[in-house]
């Protein structure tokens, strides 16, 4: 089933944990809107300093590292704004501070729609289900309702010349309810190009092209979709 979305995007903001979490679950989308003329900007609340599978590469360098991998990863779909947050990979709570510095970024980038992590836990995949989403997920809606909105929460961001803004939809990745399929067969060159700008992620993967496309597919299938086709999922959800 598929829901109405509001047609008149100027601009969308996507707040993720990790760099490749956008890759993953929406760069094909994201690829899409920066065609049709909507101007995209990334959140990413962490460096992703935990991950990597190379013991030779100093921890210390893996955060920087994944910083240029998003960068490259963000210009192949044509994205070309983006802010990290800093916050310490596998420790991302859903505190007041980060619901602050989410709403910042909202009201500063003033989007149309907003893209997050869900922040329900998925018993059916495990790996969309990360702590760190869920935390992400949970501040970053609180974030669009009220924070963002309402112009005496966070009284310190109206002290920086930051006006009260009201995103209009939330689109939600990963979680258990899904109410938007979006046909992406004709960018998923570019977005397996974002996914292989991460490098120290999945370089290891020799299967990732044939993985994406039979999870896609698969979307897709449950979408109505033509055979052949791929798609990402959402949920949508109204936020005027």
């Known amino acids: 089933m598929m829901t109405t979305v509001i047609d008149d995007v100027q601009r969308a903001l996507v707040v993720m944990a990790h760099p490749d979490d956008i890759d993953f679950s929406c760069a094909g989308t994201v690829a899409a809107w920066v065609d049709a003329g909507i101007e995209v900007s990334y959140l990413l609340v962490t460096d992703g300093d935990a991950g990597g599978f190379d013991d030779d590469v100093p921890r210390e360098e893996m955060g920087p590292l994944r910083r240029a991998e998003q960068t490259a990863a963000a210009k192949c779909v044509g994205v070309t704004d983006l802010?990290?947050?800093?916050?310490?990979?596998?420790?991302?709570?859903?505190?007041?501070?980060?619901?602050?510095?989410?709403?910042?970024?909202?009201?500063?980038?003033?989007?149309?729609?907003?893209?997050?992590?869900?922040?329900?836990?998925?018993?059916?995949?495990?790996?969309?289900?990360?702590?760190?989403?869920?935390?992400?997920?949970?501040?970053?809606?609180?974030?669009?309702?009220?924070?963002?909105?309402?112009?005496?929460?966070?009284?310190?961001?109206?002290?920086?010349?930051?006006?009260?803004?009201?995103?209009?939809?939330?689109?939600?990745?990963?979680?258990?309810?899904?109410?938007?399929?979006?046909?992406?067969?004709?960018?998923?060159?570019?977005?397996?190009?974002?996914?292989?700008?991460?490098?120290?992620?999945?370089?290891?993967?020799?299967?990732?092209?044939?993985?994406?496309?039979?999870?896609?597919?698969a979307n897709a299938r449950r979408g109505g979709l033509p055979e052949g086709r791929l798609a990402e999922v959402f949920q949508v959800v109204p936020a005027e």
């Not at 689109?171 to 046909?183: E, H």
């Not at 993967?205 to 039979?214: A, G, N, S, V």
């Open 83 to 217: 802010r990290f947050l800093g916050y310490a990979d596998g420790r991302v709570e859903p505190t007041l501070d980060l619901r602050r510095d989410i709403a910042r970024v909202i009201r500063q980038v003033r989007p149309d729609r907003v893209v997050i992590p869900s922040p329900e836990r998925n018993y059916e995949r495990i790996y969309a289900g990360h702590p760190d989403h869920r935390a992400v997920g949970s501040a970053a809606f609180d974030a669009v309702y009220p924070d963002a909105r309402n112009p005496y929460a966070f009284p310190e961001l109206r002290a920086e010349g930051l006006e009260a803004w009201t995103a209009r939809e939330i689109w939600i990745t990963g979680g258990p309810s899904l109410n938007q399929y979006v046909d992406v067969t004709d960018v998923f060159d570019r977005k397996l190009a974002a996914l292989r700008a991460h490098v120290s992620q999945v370089s290891h993967r020799d299967d990732l092209e044939q993985m994406l496309r039979t999870w896609m597919g």
